[in-house]
């Protein structure tokens, strides 16, 4: 009789394990179906991350790039053979011109146009209609990319690198004067690229002032134009990247979610692939320099053992006295590439995402995946949590040393708007 009591204990106490286990993973579906309707920016790899705008009126519907490496809002105003579809001011009764040309240069290419002002609308954000200036591309190279499914790029920095000049009024600018001039706060999560699909997407929220639920780990922004943050040091699994921390910020370190790789000034960038390439030779796997060197495309007859590439951490100052790391796995750095190589008829086929940069570090697409980052223009920082979504990144700290962190700053001022070659990020990191 005991025995057939304690029988239909454990038989219950096994049921009961099993339904436990039922109702974790429904909460889980039902969890990640809420995450999944918060998805407003789409995409695909190497083509930066875009979302739904209405202009004018009548609304007119486009797809826009999200960019904090740029200020200016511009949409295409003109035929182009790589994008479907175009604004026509001439179409929406709210369009005014300021008969005023405009024009960005970029290290591939250029856009000009006519500045003017309309109203702008995201359906996806919890944000009003507004008007801000608008520049109306009629003429372009190497902007846009051939089935990106953009049309136009929402700039999202500060108006000291708008053009012509710093008095163009943006979209946060203009959503800012809605919020009775309250400093907007906004975030982005990256997702990346699940199961290696040729597309990715990712969460932009415009922020309550309210405290953010997330523990952050904030980087303070050291010059606003840019979001301009420190970065103290890089290191390659556990081997320390040993050049004076200068050399980082030389001659800035920027934020930029217009860029697709992580961009290292040309000194760090040898020393980080000569440690690359330590490492792997340890390993015994056969990268040639081309890979490293030129970004080129190369292909193995397996896919790659993730466990033979070491991480790569960056450490950003986060007080006087303290700062954090950011660590990214090797599936963030070395991109599996699908749409081409599969055409080929190839597998297995990868690029390397780091790559030399002459206009300083740029912390691109490459490192924000993975990361909840939160862009407080209020409290001047830049703050980070591990995202629900995107690469196993990990982040660490805040650490405390002694060491004068601010001696890592590069001391050239900001330049001369005019001089400057503004937003020089956004195609630059995009693999033809």
Same mark, same amino acid.
Not at 54 to 79: K, M, R
């Given at each position: 009789?005991?025995?057939?009591?304690?029988?239909?204990?454990?038989?219950?106490?096994?049921?009961?394990?099993?339904?436990?286990?039922?109702?974790?993973?429904?909460?889980?579906?039902?969890?990640?179906?809420?995450?999944?309707?918060?998805?407003?920016?789409?995409?695909?790899?190497?083509?930066?991350?875009?979302?739904?705008?209405?202009?004018?009126?009548?609304?007119?519907?486009?797809?826009?790039?999200?960019?904090?490496?740029?200020?200016?809002?511009?949409?295409?105003?003109?035929?182009?053979?790589?994008?479907?579809?175009?604004?026509?001011?001439?179409?929406?009764?709210?369009?005014?011109?300021?008969?005023?040309?405009?024009?960005?240069?970029?290290?591939?290419?250029?856009?000009?146009?006519?500045?003017?002002?309309?109203?702008?609308?995201?359906?996806?954000?919890?944000?009003?209609?507004?008007?801000?200036?608008?520049?109306?591309?009629?003429?372009?190279?190497?902007?846009?990319?051939?089935?990106?499914?953009?049309?136009?790029?929402?700039?999202?920095?500060?108006?000291?690198?708008?053009?012509?000049?710093?008095?163009?009024?943006?979209?946060?600018?203009?959503?800012?004067?809605?919020?009775?001039?309250?400093?907007?706060?906004?975030?982005?999560?990256?997702?990346?690229?699940?199961?290696?699909?040729?597309?990715?997407?990712?969460?932009?929220?415009?922020?309550?002032?309210?405290?953010?639920?997330?523990?952050?780990?904030?980087?303070?922004?050291?010059?606003?134009?840019?979001?301009?943050?420190?970065?103290?040091?890089?290191?390659?699994?556990?081997?320390?990247?040993?050049?004076?921390?200068?050399?980082?910020?030389?001659?800035?370190?920027?934020?930029?979610?217009?860029?697709?790789?992580?961009?290292?000034?040309?000194?760090?960038?040898?020393?980080?692939?000569?440690?690359?390439?330590?490492?792997?030779?340890?390993?015994?796997?056969?990268?040639?320099?081309?890979?490293?060197?030129?970004?080129?495309?190369?292909?193995?007859?397996?896919?790659?053992?993730?466990?033979?590439?070491?991480?790569?951490?960056?450490?950003?100052?986060?007080?006087?006295?303290?700062?954090?790391?950011?660590?990214?796995?090797?599936?963030?750095?070395?991109?599996?590439?699908?749409?081409?190589?599969?055409?080929?008829?190839?597998?297995?086929?990868?690029?390397?995402?780091?790559?030399?940069?002459?206009?300083?570090?740029?912390?691109?697409?490459?490192?924000?995946?993975?990361?909840?980052? &939160?862009? +407080?223009? $209020?409290?001047? #920082? @830049?703050?980070?949590?591990?995202?629900?979504?995107? /690469? !196993?990144?990990?982040?660490?700290?805040?650490?405390?040393?002694?060491?004068?962190?601010?001696?890592?700053?590069?001391?050239?001022? &900001?330049? +001369?708007? $005019?001089?400057? #070659? @503004?937003?020089?990020?956004?195609?630059?990191?995009? /693999? !033809?």
């Amino acid at each position: 009789m005991m025995q057939y009591k304690y029988s239909i204990i454990n038989r219950w106490r096994s049921t009961a394990r099993q339904l436990l286990w039922l109702f974790i993973l429904l909460c889980s579906l039902i969890l990640t179906n809420q995450e999944l309707d918060n998805t407003n920016l789409m995409g695909k790899p190497g083509e930066g991350y875009y979302m739904k705008v209405e202009i004018g009126t009548p609304p007119q519907t486009f797809n826009v790039l999200v960019d904090t490496g740029s200020t200016n809002f511009a949409i295409a105003a003109a035929p182009n053979p790589n994008v479907e579809t175009f604004f026509i001011s001439s179409s929406s009764s709210t369009y005014l011109s300021h008969y005023k040309k405009v024009s960005v240069l970029y290290t591939q290419g250029f856009w000009d146009g006519e500045l003017g002002s309309d109203v702008l609308y995201f359906p996806s954000l919890n944000t009003p209609q507004v008007r801000c200036d608008v520049a109306a591309i009629q003429t372009s190279h190497n902007f846009y990319m051939n089935g990106s499914q953009w049309q136009g790029i929402l700039g999202l920095a500060y108006t000291v690198i708008a053009r012509p000049d710093r008095n163009v009024v943006s979209w946060l600018e203009a959503l800012q004067h809605a919020r009775n001039n309250q400093s907007v706060v906004f975030s982005l999560e990256l997702c990346g690229s699940p199961n290696d699909e040729n597309r990715h997407t990712g969460v932009f929220e415009v922020l309550d002032n309210k405290p953010e639920e997330t523990e952050l780990l904030t980087a303070p922004i050291v010059r606003e134009w840019f979001y301009e943050l420190l970065l103290l040091g890089i290191s390659v699994g556990d081997q320390v990247v040993d050049l004076p921390c200068r050399k980082f910020n030389t001659d800035k370190t920027i934020l930029d979610s217009g860029t697709t790789s992580l961009r290292l000034p040309s000194e760090v960038f040898s020393e980080v692939v000569r440690l690359l390439n330590s490492s792997i030779t340890q390993q015994s796997v056969p990268v040639s320099d081309d890979f490293w060197m030129l970004q080129k495309m190369f292909c193995w007859k397996d896919p790659l053992d993730w466990m033979h590439f070491p991480n790569i951490s960056l450490s950003l100052f986060h007080s006087d006295n303290s700062y954090f790391v950011l660590e990214l796995p090797p599936q963030s750095y070395i991109r599996k590439v699908s749409d081409k190589s599969e055409a080929l008829g190839l597998q297995n086929c990868y690029k390397f995402s780091i790559e030399s940069s002459n206009t300083g570090t740029v912390l691109g697409v490459v490192v924000m995946e993975g990361f909840r980052i &939160v862009f +407080n223009r $209020s409290s001047k #920082t @830049v703050g980070f949590a591990k995202s629900h979504c995107g /690469p !196993s990144v990990n982040l660490f700290g805040p650490v405390t040393t002694k060491t004068d962190m601010r001696s890592c700053m590069n001391p050239i001022p &900001v330049p +001369n708007v $005019s001089a400057l #070659t @503004v937003a020089a990020y956004v195609i630059a990191g995009q /693999p !033809s």
